[in-house]
């Protein structure tokens, strides 16, 4: 018989998840596997539990929001695990899954992972640790870390939005270097991001005629720190319409080096990666192997 682990974070997100995870376990059972559960208690248990049991498996399925996933997928590349691996988001905001067209019911989502071949995936690497979709830092940048998850359970996206707002009005300078394959960047910036998503920090959206995701490259996003209030106005409003001219940047990137940014804290997947004097960033093409 076929084994799948399947790895669930039972704090994640608006829903109670018991009946989704005995719906999920009827249909992965139905499919011919033998299924054995991991539940995650604290951070980077999904890494672990991938780690150390992915190999014995045929198919992992993880369940939770985008740093549940993130956790597993480093578990994976840290084993050198190639098994295919399938997400049921039941996160609060699901930037990642919602980017790739998943399934939002739980149930549905199993049932698509039954039916669905593995494809390659990219992954980011960022100064030894992976990330799936975004590295990202400045204004609302710590809106996807510093909203309570208590907040996030009871409002999902909304509290994003709330968060966010607030980060407007207490807006950094990000004084960068950005060497990338073939440019410098060199100014002061209110956001950076490395991205393969099409929505991000449950605020911005990319259209997805500028995302790939196992085309070998990930999307550069800076954007310049503004004259005044109304220029930051009128650049976030040029953020939220995908309006990538004056003085923001959009670039597609294999690689970058980053320097001057011993005190800048960065987000990867939504979890806060403290600063770095020198960050390295590279694309892992074709990195995993994973149902979407």
């Known amino acids: 018989m076929k084994k799948l682990l399947f790895i669930i974070n039972p704090k994640a997100g608006v829903k109670k998840n018991k ?47 985008d740093g549940t996933l993130n956790e597993v997928m480093q578990g994976m590349l840290e084993g050198e695990i190639s098994t295919p691996l399938g997400y049921i988001p039941a996160g609060s905001t699901n930037d ?37 979709y975004t590295a990202s830092a400045g204004i609302f940048t710590e809106t996807s870390y510093s909203t309570p998850q208590e907040l996030k359970n009871k409002l999902g996206h909304f509290a994003y939005i709330l968060h966010g707002i607030r980060e407007v009005f207490k ?20 956001f950076v991001a490395i991205n393969n998503a099409k929505k991000v920090g449950g605020i911005m959206r990319l259209d997805k005629a500028h995302v790939e995701f196992n085309d070998g490259e990930f999307e550069l996003m800076l954007v310049e720190f503004p004259r005044d209030f109304i220029q930051l106005m009128k650049t ?57």
């Open 19 to 65: 009946h989704f995870v005995e719906d999920a376990l009827e249909i992965f059972e139905k499919a011919g596997y033998k299924v054995g559960v991991k539940y995650t208690k604290k951070r980077a248990d999904g890494t672990r539990i991938a780690r150390d049991y992915g190999a014995k498996a045929d198919l992992i399925v993880c369940m939770g929001g």
């Open 236 to 292: 976030v409003g040029k953020i939220f319409m995908q309006d990538f001219s004056g003085n923001i940047t959009f670039k597609q990137i294999k690689s970058a080096k980053i320097t001057n940014c011993s005190d800048v804290n960065w987000s990867l997947d939504g979890e806060k990666e403290k600063a770095h004097d020198f960050v390295e960033f590279k694309v892992i093409h074709n990195a995993i192997n994973f149902i979407y």
């Open 171 to 190: 807006i950094r300078r990000l004084k960068l270097r950005i060497e990338t394959e073939d440019e410098v960047y060199e100014n002061k910036y209110i």
């Open 96 to 132: 990642f899954a919602n980017s790739l067209g998943l399934r939002t019911n739980p149930k549905d989502q199993a049932e698509f992972i039954m039916e669905t071949e593995a494809k390659s995936l990219d992954l980011g690497w960022f100064n030894g640790r992976y990330f799936v």
